[in-house]
């Protein structure tokens, strides 16, 4: 066990977590609603976004043992009501979070391409070799963030976008699988299906991301 790695991974997702509900609660605040200014949410202060079971327990758990590391912080609320334009702006709010963590994928990877990475050299310090794998792991984790928030089951971004993009009644219909929608994620692991909905957009976005 490398607890020096595991560590490094951990912050590496706090940091991406935080930035991802920071961006949902900043954007709302911008287009009309300020619950989450209010709530002390727009702020990268990673206290104020954790989850004690998504934020701390099963990612810890998803590095002692292998298993993929996926998790979240605690939603940030949102009062549509306040919005300025209510649907429209949902969706903008939820984007918001997956746009975040794509961005973060791509300064990493615009800064690997650019910082030099020189071999071990016998008796000298090289910091040169952590810094490339800890950006190389901050592009791909934010990359896997992105794609799996993005899956159109509630209450994940992607399902909260995809209720915006229906039509009103078949949004209704739709956000009743809301309580179920992590049962929908467990069985989407547990059958392989994780497989074939995330991995081959995670491959084809980091194929095409300015990286070494």
């Known amino acids: 066990m490398n607890v020096a790695q595991i560590f490094i991974e951990f912050i590496v997702l706090l940091f991406s977590l935080t930035v991802h509900e920071m ?19 727009v702020s990268l202060n990673p206290i104020v976004h954790v989850d004690p079971i998504g934020t701390i327990v099963l990612p810890i758990v998803a590095l ?12 940030v609320p949102v009062n549509v009501r306040q919005l300025r334009s209510p649907r429209r702006d949902y969706i903008l709010v939820a984007a918001a979070g997956p746009a ?5 994928a791509f300064a990493s990877a615009i800064v690997l391409l650019v910082v030099p990475v ?6 000298e310090t090289n910091v040169s070799v952590p ?15 992105a794609v799996f928030n993005m899956i159109p089951i509630p209450p994940l971004d992607g399902g909260n976008v995809l ?12 956000n009743k699988l809301r309580p179920y929608g992590f049962i929908l994620l467990y069985a989407l692991v547990i059958s392989g299906g994780f497989n074939y909905i995330v ?3 995670y491959e084809f ?7 070494k």
């Open 64 to 75: 002692l043992t292998g298993a993929p590391l996926i998790g979240w912080a605690k939603p």
């Open 205 to 211: 976005i980091v194929s095409w991301l300015p990286a």
């Open 100 to 104: 975040s963590n794509l961005a973060i």
């Open 118 to 123: 020189s071999p071990q050299t016998l008796n």
């Open 163 to 174: 209720g915006g993009l229906l039509p009103y009644h078949a949004a209704l219909s739709f």
């Open 23 to 41: 961006s949902h609660a900043l954007t709302a605040d911008r287009l009309g609603d300020s619950t989450a200014r209010h709530l002390g949410r």
């Open 131 to 145: 810094i490339a794998t800890m950006l190389g792991y901050l592009m791909r984790l934010n990359v896997l963030l």
């Open 199 to 201: 991995v081959p957009p």
